[in-house]
């Protein structure tokens, strides 16, 4: 103690140097233990990586017959939505080129009928776009897929009929790839060039939908309107869809503002006191009508 007294500054030394090495050693010791923990942690690791690495890839019966109860289902349901997706297609039956004609001059006088019933007008000489087919057959390769476009066809006219528009001013349709001798082959998808396609292997991804196109004008009051083309897009016996729409107002100007109002006529004698003039009320908007063109594709699954 005499001695601490006497080397003051030795001492505190001293001291402190025994308090930095025992601080020095806690902390090495904690620092070992932390890595000592992260390279068991680490070994572990690399021995289960080591593991899978050197295991089959093969799943264990349990998961196989797992993944094939997925595999089922997600079949089924597939095939399930493909056959409601058929069932809002007109069907397409085996037909003899003579018997698309018959079927045509049919569904013609048909539609002729409907059009006089409901005071709709028809364009003149109307084939429902099948004009020349009115006069030769069809090839018998082209006559199946015809007589479903004609079914088509059928469905959209009678909407518009029953709808009760003024007139149809024009009905087009664009012919069938098969009627102008296309090859059958499959063709790439609408989203795959042809480089694309011959990248992947040479060989074209089959179509699962196929397009019939129609072009129709009519006119109408715009009630009438609107529930046709409501009953194009919710139709249930074949699958629409308004590619382009245009309405255009009869009416391109405005009414004329009337510069002086008419008098109004004086109550007769005879008129009881809630009676009113016989003047008719002058509508200025509401009572035009519109024309609608349409461009609307049938669709048909390839499925």
Request: aromatic letters at 8%; a positive charge; hydrophobic letters at 40%.
């Amino acid at each position: 103690m005499k001695w601490f007294q006497q080397n003051l500054a030795l001492g505190v030394l001293l001291v402190t140097s025994g308090i930095c090495i025992l601080f020095g050693a806690a902390l090495l010791y904690w620092r070992w233990s932390v890595w000592s923990e992260a390279k068991q942690t680490f070994d572990q690791v690399t021995a289960e990586r080591n593991r899978l690495q050197s295991l089959n890839p093969f799943p264990n019966d349990a998961n196989y017959r797992k993944l094939q109860g997925y595999l089922e289902k997600y079949d089924a349901t597939l095939g399930k939505f493909k056959d409601e997706l058929k069932a809002e297609v007109a069907p397409a039956p085996p037909l003899a080129p003579n018997e698309f004609q018959s079927r045509l001059r049919q569904a013609t006088l048909a539609a002729g009928e409907r059009a006089r019933t409901n005071n709709v007008k028809l364009p003149d000489r109307f084939q429902l776009g099948f004009d020349e087919f009115a006069r030769t057959m069809p090839s018998t390769a082209v006559a199946a897929l015809l007589g479903q476009e004609l079914s088509q066809v059928q469905i959209l006219i009678n909407i518009l009929l029953d709808a009760k528009v003024d007139s149809i001013t024009s009905f087009r349709r664009r012919p069938l790839a098969e009627e102008r001798g296309a090859s059958p082959t499959p063709t790439p998808s609408p989203g795959q060039t042809g480089a694309a396609a011959a990248k992947q292997g040479g060989t074209p991804t089959p179509k699962l939908i196929e397009r019939n196109v129609v072009e129709i004008s009519f006119k109408a009051a715009p009630g009438a309107a609107r529930k046709a083309v409501n009953e194009i897009t919710s139709s249930a016996g074949q699958f629409f869809v308004i590619r382009t729409l245009y309405v255009r107002n009869e009416k391109d100007k405005g009414p004329p503002r009337e510069r002086t109002a008419a008098p109004t006529p004086a109550p007769s004698p005879q008129a009881s006191p809630g009676q009113q003039g016989a003047g008719a009320l002058n509508f200025i908007v509401g009572n035009e009508h519109i024309e609608v063109s349409a461009t609307i594709e049938m669709l048909r699954f390839m499925f």
